[in-house]
């Protein structure tokens, strides 16, 4: 009897470690880059045979082009490129593969694998709705619509709500928007008006205007790209953990894949310079849907582990890697690539995956605003890939 309550005792135990457990991650990318050849300046290359012909296209752009700023190209076990180039940082030196920029809207991908890392717990459905969280709302106008928009609905991009931050005015009460743009707003700058708009918008005013919004389509209807829907999963994964977005993301995330110089929800660590007429984005208004800060080390730190199955399960990959319309979660999707993208006041980043046989090539860039190529070094590397 003891015997067989054993057996069964550790048959359990197996099936609670095998049923969809995810893998502790273990990467040491930047002893990769040390082990790269040195080129000149702060360009590494991979002197394997196999990458040739990609490391020869990569060296002309870079030396030869005005390609700016900070470059990987990896697969699953090599880093084939690295780069910093003609873009300065703040301390006037060229920039190198662990300069960090803003990512802004890469920082998806990072919100919804938290998402999905309560819903393997148990913790979290994706058929659960705004209801399920805020029902202290109900007293709002419009609550009975944008109660009943899900998970699923806001990690896709079919939530109906407008855009926070592109169409303030659709998404904040008219009359709050004229309050605040009140005396000599519109002289202000567009970085003062933004700090001057957002300082006075705490969590309780942003999720009364989102059920009082009456610029919400119907929920599920159709594709619609808002920061809405993301900032609002933010504060889902501070309801239901305790903890605040950031502590959550640095337990599940950063800590786990060592990525020692990035940062959610921090100011001031930015150390890539950027045009004059830029400014840098204040993490406080763009929690969940742009807020971290990172170098392209690093995210290939992040993107190998959650593509290899480091951070999530394959039930979890395989939602998160399911489009409608184009988006999964986090992800845009096509066939055999996924990528994101990010643009702030500062920065165009542009992540890239591109999947043939079960083998991936990682591509990510990091440039001032509107200098980003990455979707020409796709274009070329994809072919000999």
């Known amino acids: 009897m003891k015997k067989k309550l054993l057996i069964l005792t550790l048959s359990f135990i197996l099936l609670l470690v095998g049923c969809g457990s995810s893998k502790t991650p273990s990467l040491d990318i930047e002893t990769d880059i040390n082990n790269l050849s040195n080129v000149e300046g702060n360009i590494y290359i991979n002197e394997k045979p196999e990458y040739q012909k990609m490391t020869d296209w990569l060296l002309y752009e870079v030396k030869e082009t005005n390609l700016r700023g900070s470059v990987i190209v990896a697969t699953d076990d090599d880093i084939i490129f690295a780069s910093g180039t003609r873009l300065l940082d703040i301390d006037g030196n060229e920039v190198t593969p662990y300069t960090t920029y803003e990512i802004g809207s890469i920082t998806k991908s990072f919100t919804a694998t938290c998402i999905m890392k309560l819903v393997e717990e148990g913790k979290l459905s994706l058929d659960n709705t705004l209801k399920d969280f805020f029902p202290e709302y109900n007293y709002c106008s419009n609550y009975d619509m944008v109660s009943q928009i899900t998970i699923s609905n806001m990690l896709h991009m079919r939530s109906g709500l407008p855009d926070y931050l592109n169409a303030t005015e659709q998404f904040f009460n008219e009359e709050l928007v004229a309050k605040l743009s009140s005396g000599d707003f519109q002289a202000k700058s567009l970085e003062d008006k933004l700090r001057s708009f957002f300082s006075q918008i705490d969590n309780n005013l942003f999720l009364e205007n989102a059920f009082n919004c009456a610029n919400v389509k119907t929920p599920d209807s159709e594709f ?24 959550y993301v640095n337990e599940i995330i950063l800590q786990p894949c060592k990525m020692s110089t990035t940062s959610s929800m921090t100011d ?34 992040f993107e190998r582990s959650l593509f290899g199955g480091y951070l999530l399960n394959e039930a979890s990959m395989k939602e998160i890697l399911n489009p409608i319309d184009s988006y999964g979660c986090g992800w845009f999707i096509g066939d055999g690539e996924y990528h994101h ?20 090539l990682y591509i990510t860039m990091f440039a001032n605003q509107g200098e980003n190529r990455a979707e020409t070094i796709v274009e070329y590397l994809s072919k000999w890939f």
């Open 341 to 360: 993208g990010g643009n702030t006041p500062a920065f165009d980043t542009k992540n890239y995956i591109i999947e043939k046989d079960g083998k991936r």
């Open 224 to 247: 619609e790209y808002s920061n809405t829907n993301y900032y609002l999963l933010s504060l889902i994964i501070e309801k239901i953990t305790g903890k605040k977005y950031q502590e």
């Open 268 to 301: 001031g660590n930015v150390t890539a310079s950027f045009k004059t007429n830029a400014f840098l984005f204040d993490t406080s208004y763009s929690k969940g849907a742009g807020d971290i800060h990172s170098n392209v080390v690093d995210l290939l730190k």
